[in-house]
């Protein structure tokens, strides 16, 4: 790091740098050096200006979060309604569907890709064709917030990028990896076991490039200032298009050197902080998820100093209640929730059950023991599953996520529907903010069919609904699909107005045992004692001697009066949301 004094000798002598702006350049100085530090600060605070004032945002002003932020994540094409564009049937269902429980709508990458489901980015500016245009995300935001991906680790093999580098052009052809052999990359961790490195013929012949995801997902240098600055372009271009939330993908990995584990290093907690410096010197009210499926610890160092993601995605969160549900033990989910730090002031956590990806075993490490891990495994391929794997230091492949649709994993009949609802309400109960993919939200089943056509089995779980049938499976009171979406609506409408689920509210677990969990949040004028069975047999459990003081309440899921002074019954998989009002 750098002294003030030093920081600033670059600068005209009239300028008054802002906290945002010196740590801009500090952390610009770590990366590429002091020498061009200021003026590559100053540059890239041009290319954000030169974004928001080609677009103007119309909601412009602060936002905090709060209890009514409630995300749904879907694909661009989730929803379809030939021959119209899907981005408009997506407007239409949520406009009609999710207006009272959804306050934003994470559209996953909605870009011309050449693989990965929108992964592999072509352009990074452009609408995919068959989706629709940018006038129909500009449509969406006007009754909903909008989280884009930046897919910032790697691009596709068809980005005109790579063509440059394959031509030997500039600025492409120095945007990659050229790496001579494996010597040096033997501790590189990988979330993959396809090959590191892959061949390619170029104009000067076979080079090899660094792919830590596909060899259609060529990694891009971030060595190279240039590759920096086109990403804060297309950052700010995402924020001027109306962006309130933006999510680094795969950002752990984003930074390479020579004999490390080229995975969480200082560089990309770095690049994170450059983002975040010149979000905060434009004073835009955007805010940086950062997605690292890891062990708690590494996913929750991108918080920084407060100078780094405004939000991390709780990952250990979804196999735990998995794991909870299907084996009728919550004491591995007690355990880490009891010794969970809370984020850090004006932080926040992401929480979900089901994505677009797999139930990532990552996070479980240090937390359940190989043979349970063993165990939830050996569930998903019960039910229809599928295991991802990734090479370890050692060149063992172990489980790095299981691939299943969400009621699936759980049994995927009506008699599952308790346990599955229950899951969600006790996710939706924890500290941050609840995240619910579409496909979990309408109760979806294992799509057997795409991974079939596609040949992944990620696809297992990224199915397409047509409107028209959506809305008939939804309006068929009978079916465990508009059974599972008329609850769970149900349940974030009424978590939209807790104050005591507000992101910034305390969380306490007061009590865990196998078949029950005693969970309290509280804020200045609402406490609410959340209780969660995990047995599939009536039981009754009661509030810990600690908080003895509280004598009744109402439960807001079933509106039920419940008396605290003796044990609370619980049905099947049952979660309470029990509100007191503080005087």
Avoid at 143 to 155: R, Y
Avoid at 176 to 189: A, K, R, T
Avoid at 517 to 539: C, G, H, Y
Wanted: net charge negative; with cysteine; glycine share 6%.
């Amino acid at each position: 790091m750098i002294h003030e004094n030093s920081a600033s000798k670059g600068c005209d002598a009239t300028h008054q740098m802002s906290q945002s702006e010196y740590a801009l350049v500090q952390n610009l100085t770590v990366l590429y050096g002091e020498g061009g530090a200021s003026y590559l600060a100053k540059r890239m605070m041009a290319i954000a200006m030169g974004e928001l004032m080609a677009r103007p945002a119309e909601h412009a002003g602060p936002k905090p979060l709060s209890a009514a932020d409630r995300m749904l994540i879907c694909y661009g094409d989730s929803v379809r309604d030939e021959p119209g564009m899907p981005l408009s049937a997506l407007r239409q269902f949520a406009t009609q569907y999710l207006q009272n429980s959804i306050s934003t709508i994470h559209i996953l990458p909605f870009f011309p890709s050449s693989s990965d489901d929108g992964f592999a980015v072509i352009d990074y500016q452009t609408v995919r064709r068959d989706l629709g245009d940018w006038s129909d995300i500009n449509a969406l935001s006007a009754d909903f917030d909008l989280m884009f991906d930046l897919v910032i680790n790697h691009c596709s093999r068809e980005n005109l990028w790579f063509a440059d580098f394959v031509g030997g052009r500039e600025p492409g052809c120095d945007y990659f990896h050229e790496m001579p052999s494996m010597v040096g990359l033997e501790s590189v961790v990988r979330p993959r076991n396809s090959p590191l490195l892959t061949h390619v013929h170029t104009y000067q012949g076979i080079k090899r490039v660094w792919t830590t995801f596909s060899d259609d997902q060529i990694d891009l240098n971030f060595a190279n200032p240039e590759v920096l600055c086109e990403f804060v372009h297309i950052l700010f271009s995402y924020i001027a298009q109306g962006a309130r939330f933006i999510r680094l993908d795969a950002i752990a990995f984003l930074w390479k050197e020579l004999s490390t584990s080229s995975i969480n290093l200082e560089q990309t907690h770095c690049v994170v902080r450059v983002l975040r410096a010149l979000i905060d010197e434009m004073q835009t009210q955007t805010l940086l998820l950062t997605e690292t499926n890891l062990p708690h610890n590494e996913n929750v160092s991108y918080f920084g100093s407060r100078d780094e993601a405004h939000l991390v995605y709780q990952f250990s969160l979804a196999p735990l209640i998995l794991y909870s549900y299907l084996f009728n033990d919550g004491q591995y989910l007690g355990q880490w929730a009891e010794q969970l730090e809370p984020p850090p002031a004006g932080c926040s956590f992401v929480n979900f059950i089901a994505s677009h990806d797999g139930i990532g075993l990552r996070p479980l490490e240090g937390l359940v023991p190989a043979s349970d891990i063993q165990r939830l495994t050996d569930a998903a391929h019960e039910r229809g599953g599928f295991a991802a794997m990734r090479s370890a230091d050692d060149g063992t492949e172990t489980v790095y996520e299981l691939n299943i649709a969400l009621f699936s994993a759980f049994g995927g009949t009506a008699k599952n529907i308790p346990a599955y609802l229950g899951a969600h309400q006790l996710m939706l109960a924890f500290q941050g903010i609840p995240a619910l993919y579409l496909n979990a939200f309408v109760g979806g089943l294992n799509d057997l069919q795409g991974v079939e056509s596609t040949g992944r089995t990620r696809s297992i779980n990224r199915g397409h609904w047509q409107l028209d049938d959506l809305k008939t499976i939804l309006a068929t009171e009978t079916n465990e699909q508009s059974i599972i979406f008329a609850e769970l609506n149900r349940s974030l409408e009424i978590r939209g107005s807790q104050s005591a689920f507000a992101p910034s509210a305390q969380q306490e677990i007061l009590a865990y045992t196998k078949d029950s969990l005693w969970l309290k949040r509280e804020n200045t004028d609402q406490v609410i004692l959340v209780i969660a069975s995990f047995s599939e047999a009536p039981i009754e459990t009661e509030l810990p001697r600690q908080d003895a003081a509280y004598e009744s309440a109402i439960d807001l899921l079933s509106e039920d009066a419940v008396v605290l002074t003796k044990a609370v019954p619980m049905a099947p998989y049952q979660v309470r949301w029990l509100s007191i009002a503080k005087t």
